[in-house]
C-alpha cells in the first residue's frame, strides 16, 4: 500500500507560480511511475503529466512549456513546477502511483492517489 500526501497548493495570480510537491510513503518509490492530474469544478479529471521509473516524462499539451515535473527518489517525492500560470489552470491537483515500468498517462492505469490540493490562479 502506498499513501501520497501533496502539499503547496494555493491562491496565485494570473503569471506567477507554485510547486506541488507529493510525499508518498514505502520503500519502492523509485519503481513508481508518478503522474499528476487536475480536476476543475464541473470537469472531469484530467491528465496533467507524468513520469516514469526512468524519469521518462510526458505532458498534456495544456501545460506543456509551463510545467515540470520532477522526482527525488531519496526523498520518495514527486514535484510539479508550474509556472505562467492561468486562470484555467484552477482545479484540485492530485497525484497518483503504480508500481510499473511503463509511462502511465490515462488515470485507469493509476492504483494509489492523493487526496489532492487546491491551486487558484486569480484572473
Known amino acids: 500500500q502506498v499513501q501520497l500526501v501533496e502539499s503547496g497548493g494555493g491562491l496565485v495570480q494570473a503569471g506567477g507560480s507554485l510547486r506541488l510537491s507529493c510525499a508518498a510513503s514505502g520503500r519502492t518509490f523509485s519503481s513508481y511511475c508518478m503522474g499528476w492530474f487536475r480536476q476543475a469544478p464541473g470537469e472531469e479529471r484530467e491528465f496533467v503529466a507524468a513520469?516514469?521509473?526512468?524519469?521518462?516524462?510526458y505532458y498534456a499539451d495544456s501545460v506543456k512549456g509551463r510545467f515540470t515535473i520532477s522526482r527525488d527518489n531519496a526523498k520518495n517525492t514527486v514535484y510539479l513546477q508550474m509556472n505562467s500560470l492561468k486562470y484555467g489552470d484552477t482545479a484540485i491537483y492530485y497525484c497518483?502511483?503504480?508500481?510499473?515500468?511503463?509511462?502511465?498517462?490515462?488515470?485507469?492505469?493509476?492504483?494509489?492517489w492523493g487526496q489532492g490540493t487546491q491551486v487558484t490562479v486569480s484572473s
Open positions: 513520469i516514469g521509473r526512468y524519469n521518462n516524462i
Open positions: 497518483a502511483a503504480r508500481s510499473t515500468r511503463d509511462l502511465k498517462v490515462t488515470q485507469g492505469e493509476y492504483d494509489y
